[in-house]
């Protein structure tokens, strides 16, 4: 007659051994362990962006609405440009009206609720803008908290979301803490700039980068020690946001201080 | 007698069998581990594919050389050259099939993301000259005084008196070159020589 | 409006994508799943630790469990923006996400309480298919009776002694390997939250625990206050219909039985609710001393725009004021209701402080968001996330306990 103990111990295992979906038994295969060694691969895109040029025109914000079918009136982006005005007295003012989507069409800081903030010419020791889109981190943490395999990264860097496939969760919009993802308004899955991956893969620029007529934005990359961005990035002072989340992200700076948040 | 303990698991397998099922007909079957492992790669690939063929909207101006060479020619040599066209007439998409014609969008508020003058020095938007929309000429397209694809050259009306005329690179326009612009420079948008 | 823009008021600066995305239903959630959990643990501690003085109250707070185990899944249904895909998670679980663990943990603990309430409840069934088989012509009602009951008996009509303690044995084992499940299904609630290095109120690892003691906190409270509530109206029908089935118990000898369940229960639910509230306060004292980067803004937002829903509501009477009721001589019911009331408000509280206060401020921490709760629902948007949502999730449980004990009886055997 079977023993208590064993009686326990064979229905936890079958219990527990069955309720393992079997594709999580791809986990254990070889051939998938050996591909995830990072070498090898072609390429890795990376972004350069350089604070000193940007002049706040949000042509880059408008042509990525436009290219990648972001209703223009809804208040999301997924890129935009931030102006920051450091006053003598030390106090650092931001803001972003609608993304800088329009521009910066005010002197005045938006600080929301319809109320601005006066700023005088005289008081003002820096001024700057810095653009901000999706860094596709090497650690994404948006992907590792996706509870259904929606979102994900490709082999050269991006990352993409899988709109037939998510559920609308927002684990992911929560998880990011460069706080670029959001909901689509028209396809209600999560949303984030995927380095425009339809141009880029035909050997064209993201919109942004195309959009800008400053040069503050460009793409490379990383892999290529040909290509200008890897020099710059590799010669030059740059420095990416939120290193401290250990998320790797891939947009560089040039610029960047400490009051950008 | 004991047997009937062992009910409830039949139960229980039955269901995870159902659910196992389900899962063969609902889940896409090329949905698994990708290249950056089980945390960052699992996903659906034929996905990827699906983003790669999202319609290409802005062509670039290298696009709108091939027809608009004169127009191309005129603005890169301009203090407007790094601008592309799509940025003011919006994206090519399958021009001049479809759309056969593109806006000219001659709104104030595009000319102000850069030309609304602010006093930063230390950044890029500190050295672009500019107005304060507010004050200047309110009302009044710009393109009437100032032509974008050569701001030194002046716009669609002709200048009345020096106070309208806009100033140049190197100092102020006569009249005569405010005014007479050759018809090359002048010519309309719907000519694409 | 984008999602979340309508109830979104945002201050200074935030990122142009930052709305509150995880709103009302998203603290019911874990609030629900808590009463779960820590219904589950009331009545594993008869079946398990042999506490007699709670066998009356153990079956009932199991019912309960199975009851609100639907319930849980309601929220998650409602803020879904692809509701129809939430099976995804049981079909392609992304296990490096808490939220992936959902489809296990869920249903394992769904089966353990189905597999629990089966062998408790056999002999009620055998009756029941049998007494429903004896009637030779049967009507509708009675035919459907009679087919739930077979089937529900599994086949299995042998109630002699030594099947019964066959049934009991397997009582004792599921409950005692439910305990560990229940408190993952809550725990692993709260790695969701403290996993979240973007959230600076989230991230702790405390959180996984906090929750736990907060949820059996939850439960005990709310077993005790519905068993409260039934036996009032057991008391009132028992004086009613004592005339006609003189076979019921007297109201003076429900009342006894009564005051005994409810001060034993609410010993357990002190010991709970102590640890509960050391390790918030750890938590915040923490934080106040090491004073990271992120401390001003959180500063701001937990001594000063939420100071009220924290301190006064959460703290003041969710624990400190529930305390003193409980602790204060001569519990009586009447107190013991008032006393569960003011813990349940607290530990919504918690769930509400930690999911909304957690959104007050922007991860660019430089500005803030204000949540205004859909009250009247304009669309099916506001509704779902608003305040009528919220009230079907609170209601549905009481609605599935009052037809699940048609089935399975909770009081009989016990009282």
């Known amino acids: 007659m079977i023993s208590r103990r064993n009686f326990c111990k064979k229905s936890l295992l079958i219990a527990g051994g069955m309720s393992i979906p079997l594709a999580a038994l791809e986990l254990f295969d070889p051939k998938r362990l050996l591909a995830e060694k990072p070498d090898g691969k072609k390429t890795r895109w990376v972004f350069l962006v350089d604070t000193h040029k940007c002049v706040g025109c949000g042509f880059c914000v408008k042509g990525c609405k436009t290219e990648n079918e972001v209703p223009y009136d809804a208040n999301v982006t997924r890129t935009w440009v931030e102006r920051y005005v450091i006053t003598k007295d030390e106090k650092t003012h931001i803001d972003s009206p609608k993304g800088a989507r329009d521009g910066f069409e005010d002197s005045r800081i938006d600080i929301g609720e319809g109320r601005f903030e006066e700023i005088r010419n005289e008081d003002i020791d820096k001024a700057f803008f810095v653009p901000k889109l999706c860094n596709q981190c090497d650690n994404p943490p948006c992907v590792q908290v996706c509870p259904v395999g929606a979102t994900y990264q490709t082999a050269d860097g991006v990352v993409l979301v899988d709109r037939s496939w998510c559920i609308g969760c927002g684990y992911c919009v929560m998880g990011c803490p460069y706080g670029v993802r959001f909901f689509h308004p028209v396809y209600h899955v999560a949303e984030k700039c995927n380095f425009c991956y339809h141009r880029i893969s035909k050997g064209m620029k993201t919109a942004c980068v195309e959009a800008c007529a400053f040069g503050a934005r460009r793409i490379g990359n990383i892999r290529d020690p040909n290509d200008p961005v890897t020099k710059i990035i590799m010669t030059e002072r740059v420095n990416v946001l939120k290193e401290e989340y250990g998320t790797t992200p891939q947009v560089f700076y040039l610029g960047l201080t400490k009051e950008v948040k | 007698m004991k047997s009937h303990v062992w009910r409830p698991l039949y139960v229980v397998l039955l269901i995870i069998g159902a659910v196992l099922v389900a899962r063969k007909i609902l889940v896409p079957s090329d949905f698994g581990i990708g290249a950056r492992g089980y945390m960052y790669g699992w996903h659906r690939p034929s996905n990827e594919e699906q983003w790669k063929e999202v319609k290409v909207k802005y062509r670039t101006a290298e696009y709108c050389k091939e027809c608009h060479k004169e127009k191309y020619d005129e603005i890169k040599q301009s203090p407007h050259a790094n601008i592309n066209c799509e940025n003011c007439h919006g994206p090519a998409l399958g021009h001049p099939d479809d759309p056969k014609t593109l806006p000219i969008d001659r709104r104030r508020e595009l000319c102000a993301r850069c030309h609304f003058r602010l006093e930063y020095p230390t950044s890029g938007r500190g050295h672009i000259r500019g107005i304060d929309p507010k004050t200047h000429n309110p009302g009044l397209e710009c393109v009437t005084c100032h032509w974008p694809h050569d701001p030194r050259k002046a716009g669609h009306a002709p200048a009345k008196s020096a106070a309208a005329t806009p100033r140049s690179w190197g100092g102020s326009l006569s009249a005569s070159q405010a005014s007479g612009r050759t018809n090359e420079a002048r010519r309309g948008a719907h000519d694409i020589a | ?415």
């Open chain 3, 1 to 415: 409006m984008v999602h979340g823009e309508v109830w979104t008021v945002k201050e200074f600066f935030t990122y142009p994508n930052e709305y509150i995305y995880w709103t009302i239903q998203i603290v019911m959630y874990p609030f629900m799943t808590g009463l779960v959990a820590g219904a589950f643990v009331l009545s594993s501690l008869y079946h398990v630790f042999n506490v007699k003085e709670l066998k009356g109250i153990a079956r009932f707070s199991l019912v309960f469990s199975f009851a609100l185990l639907p319930v849980a899944m309601l929220p998650l249904m409602l803020h879904l923006q692809q509701p129809q895909r939430g099976i995804e998670v049981m079909m392609t679980p992304h296990f490096t996400s808490a939220i992936a663990a959902f489809g296990i943990v869920f249903s394992t603990y769904g089966m353990i309480v189905a597999s629990e309430l089966w062998f408790v409840y056999r002999k009620h069934f055998v009756e029941e298919a049998l007494k429903f088989r004896a009637i030779g012509e049967r009507s509708l009602g009675q035919h459907l009776a009679h087919l739930l009951f077979s089937a529900l008996t599994l086949g299995a009509y042998d109630v002699s002694h030594e099947a019964l303690e066959a049934d009991e044995r397997a009582v004792k084992k599921l409950a005692g390997a439910g305990i560990p499940v229940a408190c993952f299904l809550h725990g692993y609630a709260g790695f969701i939250f403290g996993s979240v290095k973007a959230n600076a109120l989230w991230m702790t690892p405390l959180m996984p625990v906090i929750f736990i003691c907060s949820a059996v906190v939850s439960g005990i409270a709310l077993c005790m206050l519905t068993y409260i509530i039934t036996m009032e109206i057991r008391k009132f029908l028992a004086q009613r219909l004592k005339q006609k089935y003189p076979q019921l118990p007297s109201a003076e000898e429900l009342k006894s039985a009564e005051t005994h369940v409810v001060q034993m229960t609410a010993k357990y639910l002190l010991i709970f609710l102590v640890a509960a509230i050391t390790l918030e306060l750890l938590d915040l004292i923490f934080r106040g001393y090491t004073a990271m980067k992120t401390w001003d803004i959180l500063r701001n937002v937990i001594y000063h725009r939420d100071f009220v829903n924290i301190f006064v509501i959460q703290y003041g009477c969710g624990n400190l004021l529930a305390f003193m009721v409980f602790l204060k001589p001569g519990l009586t019911v009447r107190r013991a209701a008032f006393g569960s009331c003011l813990v349940l408000l607290g530990v919504f509280m918690m769930r509400w402080n930690v999911v909304i206060g957690g959104q007050a401020f922007s991860s660019s921490l430089s500005g803030f968001m204000h949540y205004h709760m859909p009250i009247w629902p304009d669309d099916l948007e506001t509704f779902k996330e608003g305040l009528f949502g919220a009230l079907t999730v609170a209601i549905v449980p009481f609605v599935l306990f009052y037809i699940i004990n048609k089935v399975m009886p909770v009081f009989k055997d016990t009282h």
